[in-house]
């Protein structure tokens, strides 16, 4: 259940996400963002593991991704929402 997850936990500084060359900050925006439309486009019912799968994915596809500090919130949209409507293409080796 997705109340049973805290975005919080997930969140980034620009200390976490790394050196981006002085872009520090947009990435760590951008991951952020990621984050948050994750979290807000999941169903209420969706199951705290899978909850918590997804947004660790999170981290692994996007914070060696050179076009992070770039993307634009609707391509954002988009990812977290075609990950959320096929998460076993997503999930596959966590099985």
């Given at each position: 259940?997705?109340?049973f997850?805290?975005?919080h936990?997930?969140?980034?500084t620009q200390?976490?996400?790394g050196?981006?060359?002085?872009q520090?900050?947009e990435v760590?925006?951008?991951?952020?963002?990621?984050y948050?439309?994750?979290y807000?486009?999941?169903?209420?019912d969706?199951?705290?593991?899978?909850?918590?799968?997804?947004?660790?994915?999170i981290?692994?596809?996007?914070?060696?991704?050179?076009?992070?500090?770039?993307?634009?919130?609707?391509?954002?949209y988009?990812?977290?929402k075609?990950?959320l409507d096929?998460?076993?293409?997503?999930?596959?080796?966590?099985?």
């Open positions: 259940m997705k109340e997850v805290v975005i936990d997930y969140l980034v200390e976490l996400v050196d981006w060359d002085g520090e900050e760590a925006e951008r991951m952020n963002e990621i948050h439309t994750m807000d486009l999941a169903e209420e969706i199951e705290t593991e899978v909850l918590e799968q997804l947004l660790a994915l981290w692994d596809t996007w914070i060696g991704n050179e076009d992070i500090a770039e993307i634009e919130t609707n391509d954002i988009d990812w977290c075609h990950v096929n998460p076993e293409q997503h999930l596959q080796s966590e099985e």
